[in-house]
């Protein structure tokens, strides 16, 4: 009877082959074809390239089904089942054709690459993808099951719990991507990803591919605490690419990479191969030197830490005295702006009710209208100034870059808002970890408006998540890098948007996601304060109540008509006269915004002032 994959693992570790895209495109001369869809297209050199891998030295190869999936290959669900069923088909006819002559057992991974998360879908969406996948596997006979590239583990716990409940004697792979400072996509840190499919029964084997290459693989490796109930499997690229015209190419650099994966197997790791760039005879390379073992048994792991570093302390001194006193001054303001941050949410959570006002940043590079207006508002009842993040899809002043400014002239609390629909996840990270050093505590994370119709030509959205999967990052960075200091943020709330029963479904999956309070939509009517009535009774959270007084009768009728999920009663609006002057307006609006905090007390925790243009005048006029 044939051995089981963790079976032959016992025997000590066995190569897995490498890539199928890269060498693909390499066989067939045209990179900007997927190699998957080669399952329909080209079935007799998908073929040929499993034996390839077989013939030097891989025990494990990989269906040619990495990337299929509705968003890449933009396919419905027939078109898909085809394409899976038809590369673990390609699979088996390759190894039974290799057997032939070589009768030596070859194990087939079933090979599932992660499913691109957009805003426009919901995680119940994606699971269910996955799930269909493993089903067609499933049909089709695979027991072994291998999850590469990922970089997070949340969706794919549901899906690895379906597939032992499918078939109990299933052998699940997770290897995940980072990069170069050990950090995935999403900012989660890879050695956090190992301690968490360390207590996941379910899968049975876990590691690292892609994303860098052998050389920055073993050092990553180095700081890496291996789970001690797993298998552990490394396969790292071939190395970086270079752009040849329209091209990716990856330089022959078979003996480097050996040397690499040799030391990486005395590590403790049980499989190893290749990814993006390796070819069969870097397989073929790999086979050779684990069976010669080139690395002594006596290897020993050397961490990063212990490698002295080489300074000039003369230097050092000199550049310490230069700079000693205005290093000083710098923190002593960080450290005071910092205090500033943590006011409002010590406020918020003892009790108190408290007023955030929302400024809008400028359109160029003049910012003393908003600075003037940050001014006045230190003389007000404000406890915050939150930022909107370009509103309406039109490019503004960084909140975030505009907060920090505030912040450091005029010493109050800020709050900027963060939306998903300019940067993806690399430049989060970095815009986040920006914000931090320079003494960001408080965000609003918002999905954000879409680009305007006429700009979507020139101008696309990001949302490579929406304003969840956002607070989950947000999250995650927060146990990792500021664990003793953690930002705190808040999420948009509409009650008059849809069934209070989603409406509260959603903001417990934000709560989850790690939000601390909401900031509503303007409010006006009865039906909608109801509706933040019942929502109080039922979640445990903290509401700032929008509220955003009009200007001027063309400002309440422009926001009544223009604005979905805004609902204006016929007798605010009335309030306002088309020949009324400003200063009038601003009286009524004054009063109106004194009406509204009267109407939400009982039930708000606190006042979210959206004030039109930036009108600071007319919340001073109220008086709170």
Not at 257 to 271: A, P
Not at 374 to 380: F, R, Y
Not at 421 to 444: E, F, P, Q
């Amino acid at each position: 009877m044939e051995k089981t994959l963790l079976e032959k693992l016992q025997e000590g570790t066995i190569i897995m082959d490498g890539a199928m895209g890269t060498y693909y495109a390499k066989k067939n001369g045209n990179s900007n074809e997927m190699a998957e869809w080669a399952n329909m297209n080209n079935p007799e050199l998908v073929v040929a390239i499993h034996k390839e891998y077989m013939e030097a030295g891989a025990t494990i190869i990989r269906t040619n089904t990495f990337a299929v999936n509705s968003v890449v290959l933009e396919i419905d669900k027939e078109e898909q089942k085809a394409l899976i069923k038809k590369g673990y088909q390609l699979a088996k006819q390759a190894v039974t054709e290799f057997n032939k002559t070589k009768n030596s057992p070859v194990y087939i991974a079933a090979d599932i690459g992660p499913i691109p998360v957009h805003a426009e879908r919901t995680r119940e969406e994606v699971i269910c993808e996955y799930k269909r996948i493993c089903n067609v596997f499933l049909e089709e006979g695979a027991d072994i099951f291998l999850f590469e590239t990922f970089s997070q583990i949340d969706v794919l716990k549901e899906v690895v719990f379906y597939i032992k409940e499918m078939n109990a004697n299933a052998c699940i792979i997770t290897n995940f991507c980072v990069n170069k400072n050990g950090y995935t996509m999403a900012g989660i840190q890879g050695n956090k990803l190992l301690k968490e499919v360390m207590n996941m029964e379910e899968i049975s084997i876990c590691g690292f591919n892609c994303g860098i290459g052998s050389g920055h693989m073993y050092q990553f490796l180095q700081s890496v605490e291996f789970p001690v109930n797993k298998r552990i499997a490394v396969l790292p690229n071939a190395g970086y690419p270079e752009q040849l015209y329209t091209r990716m190419i990856f330089n022959n650099n078979i003996r480097y990479f050996t040397e690499n994966m040799s030391r990486i197997k005395q590590l403790g790791v049980s499989i190893i191969g290749g990814c993006c760039g390796t070819t069969p005879e870097y397989i073929k390379a790999l086979q050779e030197a684990c069976s010669n073992d080139q690395i002594s048994k006596g290897q020993v792991k050397v961490r990063n830490k212990d490698i002295p570093s080489i300074t000039n302390s003369m230097k050092e001194e000199r550049e310490e005295g230069k700079t000693k006193k205005a290093r000083s001054i710098f923190e002593e303001n960080l450290e005071n702006r910092i205090k500033d941050q943590r006011t409002f949410i010590e406020r918020l959570e003892s009790g108190k009710k408290v007023i955030a006002v929302e400024l809008d940043p400028p359109y160029d590079s003049n910012d003393e209208k908003i600075m003037n207006c940050v001014e006045a508002l230190k003389n007000t009842s404000a406890d915050i100034i939150t930022i909107a993040d370009s509103p309406m899809g039109r490019s503004r002043v960084d909140s975030l870059l505009m907060s920090i400014k505030i912040a450091a002239k005029h010493e109050v609390s800020v709050m900027p808002h963060v939306c998903c629909r300019d940067k993806n996840m690399i430049a989060m990270r970095s815009t986040l970890l920006g914000a931090y050093v320079n003494g960001i505590r408080n965000l609003l994370v918002v999905t954000g408006d879409p680009v305007p119709s006429e700009q979507r030509l020139s101008t696309t959205n990001v949302f490579d998540y929406n304003s969840i999967q956002l607070m989950q990052f947000i999250k995650q960075m927060n146990e990792e890098h500021f664990s003793e200091d953690p930002i705190q943020y808040g999420g948009a709330l509409n009650p008059a948007l849809g069934r209070v029963d989603k409406i509260i479904e959603r903001m417990e999956r934000k709560m989850e996601a790690g939000a601390k309070y909401f900031l509503t939509q303007p409010i006006y009517d009865e039906e909608t304060i109801e509706k933040i009535h019942y929502i109080k009774e039922h979640v445990d959270t903290k509401i700032l109540c929008g509220i955003m007084p009009f200007v001027s009768y063309t400002n309440a009728n422009f926001i009544k008509n223009e604005f979905s999920g805004i609902h204006v009663p016929d007798e605010i609006v009335s309030r306002y006269s088309k020949d009324m002057s400003k200063e009038e307006a601003e009286m009524i609006g004054a009063s109106l915004g004194r009406d509204l905090v009267k109407k939400l007390e009982p039930y708000a925790d606190g006042y979210y002032f959206m004030i039109p243009f930036n009108r600071v005048s007319m919340f001073e006029k109220m008086n709170l």
